[in-house]
């Protein structure tokens, strides 16, 4: 069985930092993407970073290009979202999702191209 657990997130000043982290279990990833998706009251879910386990390569939403780093520990099976100079427009609550992705076609930005979900976990970026 899959599972996908995030921690990590809470609150933080504007200007301030978080890392996230979502440990992975059940499966290999070699031939995955790993996400990460925020989504905030109101609103849809929305595609923030994504990594292919296989190389490392990644792909960024432009709202958190130059402040978020995703990355990912192979040995833990865990992939991790560095968020830096927050803003409070980043309050949301944070998904990481693993999917199917193959080196070189065009990155899964859809949630529905992701079969695997965790929980969420808040982050609060006060003003």
């Known amino acids: 069985q899959v599972q996908l657990v995030e921690s990590g997130g809470g609150l933080v000043q504007a200007g301030g930092s978080l890392r996230l982290s979502c440990a992975a279990s059940?499966?290999?990833?070699?031939?995955?993407?790993m996400g990460w998706f925020r989504q905030s009251p109101g609103k849809e879910r929305e595609f923030v970073a994504a990594?292919?386990?296989?190389?490392?390569?990644?792909y960024y939403a432009d709202s958190v290009k130059g402040r978020f780093t995703i990355s990912r520990d192979n040995a833990k099976i865990t992939a991790y979202l560095q968020m830096n100079s927050l803003k409070p427009e980043d309050t949301a609550v944070y998904y990481c999702?693993?999917?199917?992705?193959?080196?070189?076609?065009?990155?899964?930005?859809?949630?529905?191209?992701?079969?695997?979900w965790g929980q969420g976990t808040q982050v609060t970026v006060s003003s």
């Open positions: 999702a693993a999917g199917w992705y193959a080196v070189g076609s065009r990155w899964p930005i859809r949630p529905s191209e992701y079969n695997y």
């Open positions: 059940g499966r290999t990833f070699s031939s995955y993407a």
């Open positions: 990594i292919s386990w296989s190389i490392g390569s990644t």
